[in-house]
């Protein structure tokens, strides 16, 4: 029980921050997104509470991964915030939300062993990104200047941990875990393709943007939170 309301508060909280979120970021704005990032936090920490047959091990890497993505929503939003220094929230914001995507694909490579040829057919997915992202700079006219490397780092990480949420589906029988694993992974790939169009893309930041951002990023975040929940 205590899963499911903990749940549904992450869900209409993070409705009503993204429904009243606009281009005009405003202190009030940060405040409402810590509370929602906490949550899906919060949201994790109760499906372990909620489910005897977890494992720890695994679950609380999720736990410490979610964490770093309430600090990478803390620093991006500073970079809204203050008109000077915005570069190194820029920087803090992208290096924790990689800390996550690390924490979380090393928590499956320990929870679900794979053979060499599994690991290294996953890894294929970033340098598929990387090269990928030198074409798709060109035709969506990116300007991602002194921002490059650490975007792209970005990229190649968060599809890694759809690859390796993919392989596990495969190997392991498509769990519901495993499925809303994998859900979450292509979830935050989807949110960094809009993200990189906000940031860098002339004239791309709109509001609808900005709106299928928060719904992409948080619906990955609650997605992998709740897979701890079925997870055997």
């Known amino acids: 029980m205590i899963f499911w309301i903990v749940f549904a ?6 409705v009503f921050f993204t429904i009243r979120r606009t281009t005009n970021v405003r202190y009030s704005d940060l ?9 899906f936090v919060a949201t994790a920490i109760a499906a372990i509470i909620s489910n005897p047959e977890i494992n720890l091990t695994f679950a609380l890497m999720v736990v410490m991964g979610g964490v770093f993505g309430v600090l990478g929503d803390v620093f991006i939003e500073l970079k809204w915030l203050q008109k000077e220094g915005n570069d190194t929230f820029f920087n803090l914001g992208f290096v924790t939300f990689m800390i996550q995507h690390v924490i979380l694909v090393a928590a499956v490579f320990i929870h679900y062993p794979m053979t060499i040829l599994n ?9 598929v990104v990387l090269i990928a992202s030198v074409g798709l700079t060109k035709v969506f006219k990116m300007e991602m200047g002194k921002f490059k490397a650490i975007a792209n780092a970005y990229g ?7 690859s390796v949420a993919f392989m596990t589906m495969n190997n392991y029988g498509m769990e519901t875990s495993q499925i809303l694993f994998f859900a979450g992974g ?15 893309v002339k004239g791309k930041c709109t509001r609808l943007r900005v709106i299928l951002n928060h719904i992409t990023y948080y619906g990955a975040q609650i997605l992998i939170a709740t897979s ?3 997870m055997k």
Do not use: G, N, Y
């Open 186 to 200: 292509v979830s935050f790939f989807a949110s960094d393709l809009i993200l990189s169009q906000i940031f860098f």
């Open 9 to 14: 508060l992450c869900i209409a909280v993070t």
């Open 228 to 230: 701890l929940f079925f």
């Open 119 to 127: 690991a290294l057919i996953c890894f294929t997915a970033p340098v």
């Open 31 to 39: 405040a409402v997104k810590v509370v929602t990032s906490s949550l």
């Open 156 to 162: 190649a990480l968060a599809s890694m941990t759809f």
